[in-house]
C-alpha cells in the first residue's frame, strides 16, 4: 500500500484511469463483434469505416497500441472482401 500522499493519490488516479480505460476497451470489442456479425448477415460496408475512427481514437486514448489497432483494421479488411 502506499505511504506518501502522492503516492496515494496516484493510486486514486489509476483506479478512475482503469474503469475508464476498461470500459473504453469492452466498447471497443463490442463494436468489433458486432461488425463481424454483420459481415456473416451481409450489411457491413459502411460499418467498416466507424470501426476504423473507433480504433483510431483508442489508439489516441492509448488504451490499445498503435500496432494492435493496425493488425484488426487489416484482417477486418481482410474479412470484408470475402
Same mark, same amino acid.
Given at each position: ?10 493510486? $486514486?488516479?489509476?483506479?478512475?484511469? $482503469? ?19 454483420? /459481415?456473416?448477415?451481409?450489411?457491413? %460496408?459502411?460499418? /467498416? ?5 473507433? /480504433?483510431?481514437?483508442?489508439? #489516441? %486514448? ?6 494492435? %489497432?493496425?493488425? /484488426?483494421?487489416? $484482417?477486418?479488411?481482410? $474479412? %470484408? #472482401? #470475402?
Amino acid at each position: 500500500m502506499p505511504r506518501t500522499k502522492t503516492a496515494k493519490k496516484e493510486l $486514486r488516479k489509476n483506479a478512475r484511469r $482503469r474503469v475508464r480505460n476498461v470500459a473504453k476497451k469492452s466498447d471497443l470489442k463490442k463494436a468489433v463483434k458486432a461488425y463481424e456479425k454483420s /459481415l456473416v448477415s451481409g450489411t457491413s %460496408a459502411a460499418d /467498416l469505416k466507424k470501426i476504423y475512427q473507433a /480504433l483510431d481514437k483508442a489508439v #489516441k %486514448a492509448r488504451v490499445i497500441k498503435k500496432n494492435k %489497432a493496425s493488425r /484488426l483494421k487489416s $484482417r477486418l479488411a481482410k $474479412r %470484408a #472482401k #470475402k
